[in-house]
């Protein structure tokens, strides 16, 4: 669902000139530095950031936070909160709290990796079929579809039903290639548009070569798209990631959120009055999805003035025509 | 036309691309059909018994792949999906046929209801934008997209289900009623039907809210509304008859995308709430490795799809002379 | 995923255990009232009824064998394998115990009200031969042939002498009407929606619920008590562990976590009990350089805590272990004592040092145990990832092999490719079941006949570990060949000394029937002291049996 925030951007990214015509030759800095500062002054964005950097946080520093093994089953089972157990115990005497906080590292894992590898493969398979065209196109385009129609999460059982064992890498593996289609068709179409303008053509002219071209002059053109299709991803992987490891897959003695939710299942937390233990790991997914949600909103109003927060003011029923100007300046 | 055309091969090729999937994955991946009878009836199989059963169930047998595929392809043709593991020995057409209304149900009505009501707050949002319901909804929702369907159902059956008592939160229907065309029995689907309904909705309307409040605001920004405006129509009107009216279009290709994920989506929302629709079969086939059901079901799912993208694509070229002049 | 259910679906070896007889043919209090009260059985089977009820099905022959089909005799596991007569009045071996004679039981009917005879025997035996997908104990890898003779008796030879394939011949081999099979097409697919047999019950089925209706033909007077036995269909636990909690239910074979505040702690009369049949084992490949050193494999067994491993990852339901390899209590009566005694198998993670350290090996710098060419204890153990409590299990098992400087990492595969790899041989440790039967012989055979192993990379039925020796097999074959109880606990204990001292495999905790039951309304429960039969609900034939004895409380 988080995929509709690409579609967003490139929609209107495309229908406006002006937002991504980065003058002669694009400059993936420059975009760089007018994302960050549309973010600090961006209070979606800065929330989802600061969410996102305490995970982040949590991931590389675990042990500074909850003192616990977190797979050790050595505590009374079944307790609830309490100072000791912030979140009570397993059934099987383990501290959720602690479960809780080193899960993160693996779920950030999959979330960011997979986030990455699947945006390359979209930069990739999208770039050269909308560049490259022709044969190319046909054929990139139509495996990038199919993938896309397919449901992915069924695909994804499918998949993994046929493994032997389903480790993070494993998971990793399944996710990018089911993951990638959107942002790819996302990016071919961006390229489409992109490939007939005057620089690029200049850019031929001069006898540049492709991969040049490719690299210095589009790439960076398409940064905010590029940053949207991962945060995308990432949301949309974390989710899949979760909902898999849910259903048993990806080594239930790991330690993730995911996991966690499949042991409370087994053991019917809700209806044994462990609550925690199921609704912990699953705020956390949520907050973490909400992170990338947040500043890929943001993202999409920042790189799309037309879509900038209208600030609320009295003057709402002034000339919609004035309105507009407004609008336009504040973004 | 001609877009019609493109869009029903494309159709075809993907429907052959994914038949062909559904028949190589099996037998590309490691692991052995055969051994999950075996597993299956742990032990209690003795070998003789085993190359019996397997070949009752037309597995692991020694033809060349070509003539194996030609073999599969006549059995989709003629509704031949084999018998399933799991309910042996009743056969998949048969299983499929108990559970699938549940999910069409469930999914086709909470599709159609998060479009509407999605649409709708978007276009309500776009127009007045900087106002309460565009500030507060669009954010919320959006942020739920983010949230796992499944957490938000275990979420509505502790609040709704175990604490409060207002909703059933297991299976379909009462096992006790038996499955006929009764208003009380529809009643009793439906009173079962709405927490999982609600954990689809709140969580896929956010997409909708979105998509349909960009379109719109850029829609908004076209000459020709500023035209309808500066002439003093009336502004409902021209946010219906005019900005809503364009802006909707690139949002029902859309609509049959986001299919994709309502159905993703609920097969983890069936197996939590023990709904036995299609989702929760698949969930059953993958837990008890029973490949015949899994691949019937992955293939129904992705046909099911498929179907709605070209109808939805039907409706786009019937509704948007834009398209009907082809690129 | 779901709670660990094969339990459930362990129909075939485990035979049946037929007990009870004076169940069987007593007819309490002679009133002719007949059967009377209604009886819930709560057995969540995660689906749907699909309403077939071929009992050569293993998919649903738990629900039907017993109570609608009967086998020949009934064996009961919980007596120490104690034989009752049922279609058969008796049977006697001779010919060097390869051939046994079985006597048919005379005024018996099919519930089709037609007569049942020897002849249906012989062509349920036949039926078999015919078709080897029923044939699901290979009974007819040790016979040669299955005959009538006169008018009541059935003779069947064997190929050798194969005595402990009495219980499957006799107890777990449902007998169908010849008058109705005959006509059939397809056995194998057969799917028998109204099943005709010569049991207690005649059943009737929607999806949502069997019904199981007393039987007006059936042959012990007096019985079924009881005049109808429900069984909904359950898609998940929780409603079905509801039913049971508030009394809907009266019987149940469920899973319940926390079974004493979420169900006994509901009512005084809920009642549970969870009777030990076979064990969870870590199989050691014996094939591997390090672990063929018996000093290793001696380390691992004294580094266990059992009972830890119980309490934490079978939640205390299923007790633990002991390295003689009987299940303990229910074949107590086989456990030499003083043989296990000798070797002192107790949680002793000092003990495992000692021996470790006394074979030359020495701890690294991170702790653990290096052997004297410098090889590290670091082994990978083979896990079912979908058996949840056997993945707690093993959490436990590795801190307590980590403490004594072994190190294990567990590899949590998913069914098949489980199935794979353990049959395979291709693991180093792994953890894992046999399905055991009415006495330890069945276990032990599984576990250390030679017959039932496979060089590595090929197929292994049960022996998993690959364990081969000839004295053992002797044994095993000695017992095959003899009916004398003394020469049978002999050589059990034989046996038991094989697995003291050499250690193929480590019982950890003993496998459970899952069994509660409401006393309110009803009587007539197996317990542990009148363990009749197995109870749990999906054990064949034994809930037949349990259809029997169960009656309303007056």
Known sequence: MAMIFEAAAAQTAGQLPGATEPGSGGNAGQAIGRMWKAIRSNGKALTGSVLLALFVLLALFPWAIAKDNPSAEIYKPTLGPSTAHLFGTTSYGQDIFAQAVWGTRETLIIAVVSGVLSTILSVIMGLAAGYLGGAWDSVLNFITDVLLVVPTFPLLIIIVAYLPKVGVPGLIAVLVITGYSYGARQLRAQTLSVRSRDYLEAARVRGERRFYVIMVEIIPSMTSLIVATFLGTAVYNVLAAAGLQFLGFGDPSSVSWGTMLYWAENNEALQTGQYLWAIVPGALIALLGAAFVLINYAFDEISNPALARVPITRTRQLNPILRRLGANRSG | ?327 | MRRLKSFGVLIGTVGLLAGAAACGTSTSGGSSSGPSGVLTLSDESGALWTCGFNPFNPNVSYLDFGPVYEPLMFVDTLQNGKISPWLATSYAWSNGNKTVTFTIRSGVKWSDGKPFSAADVVYTFNLLKKYPALDLNAVWSVLSSVTQKGSDQVVMNFKTAAVPYFYYIADQVPIVPEHIWSAIKNPVTYNDADPIGTGAYTVKCKPEQITFMANKHYWQPGEPKLAEVLEPAFTSNDPANTELATGQAQWGAQYIPDIKTFYSAKSSSNHYWFPPIANVSIFINLKNSILSNVAVREAMAYAIDRTNVSNVGESGYEPASNQTGIVTPTFSAWEDTSEAAQYNYSYDPTKAEQILTAAGFKKNSSGIFVSPSGKPLSFSILNNGGYSDWVASMQVIQTDLKAVGIQVTPDNLSGTSYDDALLDGNYQLAYGDETGGPTPYYEMRQWLYSANTAPIGQQASSNFERYSNPATDKLINEYGQTTSTAMQHSIVDQLEEVILKDVPVIPVTEEVDWYQYSTSSFTGWATPSDAYAQPAAYQTPDLGIMMLHIAPKK
């Open chain 2, 1 to 327: 036309m001609r877009y019609l055309l493109r869009r029903a091969v494309f159709f075809v090729l993907t429907l052959w691309a994914c038949i062909t999937l559904n028949f190589l994955l099996p037998r590309l991946m490691p692991g052995n059909p055969a051994i999950a009878l075996l597993a299956k009836f742990h032990g209690r199989l003795n070998p003789a018994a085993l190359k019996a059963i397997e070949i009752a169930l037309g597995v692991n047998v020694h033809q060349s792949l070509v003539s194996q595929y030609g073999a599969y392809l006549h059995n989709l043709a003629t509704g031949n999906l084999g018998v399933s593991i799991t309910f042996f020995p009743d056969s998949v057409s048969s299983v499929i046929r108990g559970a699938i209304l549940y999910t069409l149900g469930l999914v086709g009505v909470t599709t159609i209801i998060a479009f509407i009501v999605g649409t709708l707050i978007g276009i309500i949002g776009a127009w007045r934008r900087g106002g309460w319901l565009d500030s507060l909804l669009p954010p919320i929702f959006v942020i739920f997209t983010a949230i796992p369907p499944f957490w938000v159902g275990m979420l509505l059956i502790l609040v709704f289900g175990i604490q409060l008592h207002w909703f059933p939160y297991d299976f379909a229907y009462d096992p006790t009623l038996t499955p006929s065309l009764t208003l009380p029995f529809i009643g009793n689907v439906i009173e079962h039907s709405i927490l999982p309904a609600i954990a689809l909705l709140v969580t896929s309307i956010g997409g909708w809210i979105l998509t349909m409040r960009n379109t719109m605001i850029t829609t908004l920004a076209d000459d020709y509304v500023k035209m309808a405006r500066a002439k003093g129509l009336p502004s409902r009107r021209i946010m219906l008859d005019y900005a809503a009216r364009n802006a909707i279009l690139p949002n029902l290709s859309g609509f049959a995308m986001s299919i994709g994920f309502v159905v993703s989506g609920a097969v983890l929302v069936e197996y939590v709430f023990n709904y036995n629709g299609l989702g929760y079969l698949l969930v059953q086939a993958l837990d008890s490795e029973d490949y015949p059901l899994m691949q019937a079901l992955f293939l129904l799912i992705t046909v099911a799809v498929l179907i709605a993208i070209l109808l939805a694509d039907i409706v786009t070229v019937v509704l948007d002379p834009r398209t009907r002049a082809a690129r």
